[in-house]
């Protein structure tokens, strides 16, 4: 079965960074796409970041662009998010998914309801 575990969360004030880690497990890692989501209380689950199988694409919501960055070591089986400027409404927990195909469209990698395989989250947490 697959396995999603975070790590790199933490306290940290404004202007500060932090590196998540995913570690995946059960099947070959190289062959699929991943992506970040995050959830904050109160609020619904909302995208972050994805990025493609082969490394050829990434995706970000809006409000991470130029500050975050996604990236994926496959001799590793480990993704990662590179969190700088970090601000107080990054705030929330922070998941790791993997669909159940290889590949996604575009438009696909944006939605939760296309991903199946689901870390147990590590909290951010971004003083002012």
């Known amino acids: 079965q697959v396995q999603l575990v975070e790590s790199g969360g933490g306290l940290v004030t404004a202007g500060a960074s932090l590196r998540l880690s995913c570690a995946s497990s059960?099947?070959?890692?190289?062959?699929?796409?991943m992506g970040w989501f995050r959830q904050a209380p109160a609020n619904k689950r909302e995208f972050v970041a994805a990025i493609s199988w082969n490394d050829d694409s990434t995706y970000y919501v809006d409000s991470v662009k130029g500050r975050f960055t996604i990236s994926r070591d496959n001799a590793k089986n480990t993704m990662y998010l590179q969190m700088n400027s970090l601000k107080p409404e990054d705030t929330a927990i922070y998941y790791c998914?993997?669909?159940?195909?290889?590949?996604?469209?575009?438009?696909?990698?944006?939605?939760?309801?296309?991903?199946?395989?689901w870390g147990q989250g590590t909290q951010v947490t971004v003083s002012s």
């Open positions: 998914a993997a669909p159940s195909t290889r590949r996604l469209n575009s438009a696909s990698y944006y939605r939760a309801e296309n991903y199946v395989y």
């Open positions: 059960g099947r070959p890692f190289s062959n699929y796409a």
